[in-house]
Nanobody, 125 residues
Framework: QAQLGESGGGLVQAGGSLRLSCAAS??????????MAWFRQAPGKEREFVAA????????AYSDSVKGRFTISRDSAKSTLYLQMNNLKPEDTAAYYC????????????????WGQGTQVTVSS
């Protein structure tokens, strides 16, 4: 069974940076056409799309709120997905989740088959 495990969250001041990692089981990285993504969920809010990357083409997509500040990448040799977060803002505070699905990049949570347990990111002002 495919598994995902996030790490790298923590407390950072506004304007700072963090890099999140998501270790994935080999099956996810070895399957052609998989999409891997980051979502986040703040207290009292719905889980929202942050960024995604397609395994075969390496095409990417970002939400407008993080575009230009966050970068998604993947290392197939390490079976790891990354999210580099720069110029963090207090509104970026949330639990961040790694997710995977087969097929094209989509932003709806219901389309993703595999989920990690999440890692907390807190940005202080």
């Amino acid at each position: 069974q495919a598994q995902l495990g996030e790490s790298g969250g923590g407390l950072v001041q506004a304007g700072g940076s963090l890099r999140l990692s998501c270790a994935a089981s080999g099956r996810i990285f070895s399957t052609v056409g998989m999409t891997m993504a980051w979502f986040r969920q703040a207290p009292g809010k719905e889980r929202e799309f942050v960024a995604a990357i397609r395994s075969f083409t390496s095409s990417t997509a970002y939400s407008d709120s993080v575009k230009g500040r966050f970068t998604i990448s993947r290392d197939s040799a390490k079976s790891t997905l990354y999210l580099q977060m720069n110029n963090l803002k207090p509104e970026d505070t949330a639990a961040y989740y790694c997710a995977a699905k087969s097929g094209d990049i989509l932003t709806s949570t219901s389309t993703y088959e595999y989920w990690g347990q999440g890692t907390q990111v807190t940005v202080s002002s």
